[in-house]
């Protein structure tokens, strides 16, 4: 177990770095996104809107993950973080298709939402947020996936 972890530590080094990683950029959208607060101001419940809760749940598994692969980097570890990375790339991209869950309407509510999430200056007529903050989790998210199935046939290659 331990010379499994010996050989998978470079890749399982740079995979739970760019968790964690994800992890700091996720908080700090958490902490900065008020659109992503309450809903572009129309949510004014008790804590935070819905989809806010959603990425802070995205953001605990990264953290758990990379933990994970820190204390075990097994190759099992090493395919669920790939994976992981793999759906949330898909998952972060897709995201733009629930524009109309967040008041973006009509026939240009896609690009308009899509704009918000990907644009890197601030959308106009939203609360304050940090532009770009998106792309970057998303890039993370990609490269990491990249990466891990690099790691992975380099791996194989060696065995």
Known sequence: MAKEGRRL????KVM???????FVVTVVILLTDR???????LYTGAGYFIHWYGLLIT???????AGLIIVKPSR??????AAWAAFMTA???GDMFLYSEVGFTGSNGLSQFASYLFGLSKYPGTENYIPGLYDLLVAIYALTFVMSIVSMAVHRKKS
Request: hydrophobic residues 55%; without cysteine.
């Open 35 to 41: 659109n992503l607060q309450n809903d572009f101001g």
């Open 91 to 93: 998952f972060t991209i």
């Open 59 to 65: 953001g605990i598994i990264d953290i758990i993950g």
């Open 76 to 81: 099992l570890f090493l395919r669920l973080g």
């Open 9 to 12: 530590g470079p890749g399982a």
């Open 16 to 22: 739970a770095s760019m968790l964690a990683l994800n």
